[in-house]
Structures are given as structure tokens and as C-alpha cells.
């Protein structure tokens, strides 16, 4: 069972693809299924899940922009309503859902959060493999935050075009997903985007932005 575990819809800002692209472009990758993670929003993941079938699985995320950088929660039924580290990190278990801290220590784009010895209470999983980082430093630092704090590791494409969908992610040999993550029986997969979608990306940004005001 593949899955990629950090991608965006239409329904974030800076992404392009409507939900029923982005599970057809994951099916013809052969994933077995994907975590749609939009900026501060739920709606991406409650709009794809719909195109959910036996063979392959939607789970309901979203990244949510915090005052120390940002956080996936998965497995929502609920939006986040704050934008306080700690907060967003009970709102989610509150929700019995996973927090999982996505391309921290990436400085380039600087919304990753620094993670500290004291965070980890706070944390279910670490993103230790993004192929948006630009520089494979951020990733190898993040495994190594994550083994040596005993927390488990997942990878995920943040894909916010449909090519980008499948470059990272988990390997488990679970057929429920959620079993993968309880028991921790998974391996990540993962190669890095074109830095050109990144580009790309903030593009759309600026065009959406300038298009709704």
C-alpha cells in the first residue's frame, strides 16, 4: 500500500487541481491513496473524498499556518480554528487526528517550524522527506530530530500540481492506513520536485490573490 501523505487542492491558495484530478492522477501513479492537506482549510479533503472507493483511500488533512510555522493535522473532521502552535496540536488530537510537523528546519521557505526538545510531546510524526525542500539538508535534519526524539517518521510529495502527486510518501504493508500509523509499520519513498514548481507556485499565489481583491 502507497501512499502520499501532503498534497494540495484547488482549495489552498498556491494549489491547482480539483479533487477529482488529484485522485485519478494518484490512481494512474498506483497510490493507494493520499492526504489532501490545504492551507488552513478541511474543504479540499471533504471535496476529494468523495471520488473514495475500495481501492483507494482519502484521508482528510489540512496544513495549518501557525505562529511558529506549520502543521498537519490528518484524519480532521473539523476545521482548526487556531493558529497557536500548541492550540492547533489539541484542537487536532482532540479530533483523534495526527499531528504530524511538515518540512521543518527548511529555511528557504521558511515556513517550516524549528522543532525543539520541547515540542516533542506535542508531536506524533515528523515529515522527514518533502520534495519541495530545495536542499536535501532540511530533509536529513528532520530524520535526524525525528530518530533521536523517538518520534516516526512520513514523507509526503506537497504537491500542489498533479505531477508532482506520488514523488514522496509511505509504504505499509497495512491495508488500514490508520493501523500503519498506530503501529508504525511503514517505510517512506521519496525524490525531490522541480524547483520550478515552486515558482510556479507562487505565481498562482499572487495571481489569486490579485484576482480576489
Known sequence: MK????????????????????VKTAIKKKLSGIAVTDHNTIMGGLKTIKYQNNDFQVIIGSEVITDRGEVIGLFLTEEIKSNIFTEVAEEIRDQDG?????????????NGINLQKNDVKLVDFVEVFNSRCLLQKYNDKAHEFAKGNDLKCVAGSDAHFANE??????IT??????????????????????????GLTKV????????SG
Request: charged share 25%; net charge positive.
Open 3 to 22: 501512499y502520499d501523505l501532503h498534497i494540495h487542492s484547488k482549495y489552498s491558495v498556491d494549489g491547482y487541481c480539483d479533487p477529482q484530478v488529484l
Open 98 to 110: 495526527l499531528v504530524i510537523i511538515p518540512h521543518p528546519f527548511d529555511e528557504i521557505r521558511g
Open 173 to 198: 504493508s497495512e491495508e488500514d492506513v490508520r493501523e500503519a500509523f498506530s503501529k508504525g509499520n511503514m517505510n517512506i519513498f521519496g525524490k525531490k520536485s522541480n524547483f520550478i514548481y515552486l
Open 204 to 211: 498562482l499565489k499572487t495571481w489569486r490573490k490579485a484576482s
Open 165 to 170: 502527486i506520488g514523488k514522496a510518501g509511505i
